[in-house]
């Protein structure tokens, strides 16, 4: 998704919501489309988890998130849905917070913090 925000495509129109929208392997084809150069699909990945790392950094340096902020308000896990199809649904605060734990393994994060390792920081060239 940080992709479509940084190339300015809307993510409606992408494979985020539906599989035969354009994906990544389209976006790298348009950037070499226009740039010139080589830019392979891992090339769009390693770009896309800069820009998350670099978000979430933004965040823990400039208004000490921790991952109790990475969870939606507490009203949207306490109150149903007041009306349509998904009326009384409300979000699950336990699934939640597992979801957090894959995310954040996924970007190698810490867990119990939701702070950034330095070594990841380092590894993306945020931090020299």
Not at 62 to 68: A, Q
């Amino acid at each position: 998704m940080a992709l479509c925000d940084t190339l300015g495509i809307c993510s409606i129109i992408t494979e985020w919501c539906g599989h035969d929208l354009p994906g990544i392997k389209d976006f790298a084809e348009l950037c070499n489309a226009f740039l010139v150069k080589d830019i392979t699909f891992e090339d769009m990945l390693e770009k896309g988890e800069r820009i998350a790392t670099l978000e979430k950094y933004f965040n823990q340096i400039h208004t000490n998130f921790e991952r109790k902020d990475d969870f939606p308000p507490e009203r949207l896990m306490m109150e149903g849905v007041k009306r349509g199809p998904l009326k009384g649904e409300k979000l699950d605060k336990e699934k939640w917070g597992r979801m957090l734990n894959e995310y954040y393994e996924l970007h190698k994060w810490n867990k119990e913090s939701g702070k950034i390792p330095k070594k990841i920081l380092k590894e993306l060239d945020i931090l020299i």
